[in-house]
Nanobody
Framework: QVRLVESGGGLVQPGGSLRLSCAASGFTFRRYAMSWYRQAPGKERELVAHITSGGGNTNYPDSVKGRFTISRDNAKNTVYLQMNSLSPEDTAAYYC???????????WGQGTQVTVSS
């Protein structure tokens, strides 16, 4: 069975940092591109980071560029999201996403909550 399990969310003060992890199982992780999305209450889900299957290319929207870093360890079947200089605007549920395979599969994790508040 395919599983994506996020961890590392929690409460952090403005200006602080947090690192999220997503542990994958049940599919060939090294052949899948990985992404992080987030969704705040009353807002649409948005992409915040993307990394190719081999880890050679990453992409970020302007809202997080320079503050967030996505990385992956294919030997551990895990993708990470390092978040620095956090602000209340970053408060959201963060979701791990995997895309790939012959039939262009898409898998989602259950999400982990990040709350930035003083």
């Amino acid at each position: 069975q395919v599983r994506l399990v996020e961890s590392g969310g929690g409460l952090v003060q403005p200006g602080g940092s947090l690192r999220l992890s997503c542990a994958a199982s049940g599919f060939t992780f090294r052949r899948y591109a990985m992404s992080w999305y987030r969704q705040a209450p009353g807002k649409e889900r948005e992409l915040v980071a993307h990394i190719t299957s081999g880890g050679g290319n990453t992409n970020y929207p302007d809202s997080v560029k320079g503050r967030f870093t996505i990385s992956r360890d294919n030997a551990k079947n895990t993708v990470y999201l390092q978040m620095n200089s956090l602000s209340p605007e970053d408060t959201a549920a963060y979701y791990c996403n995997a895309r790939g395979g012959v039939t262009d599969n898409t898998y989602w994790g259950q999400g982990t909550q990040v709350t930035v508040s003083s």
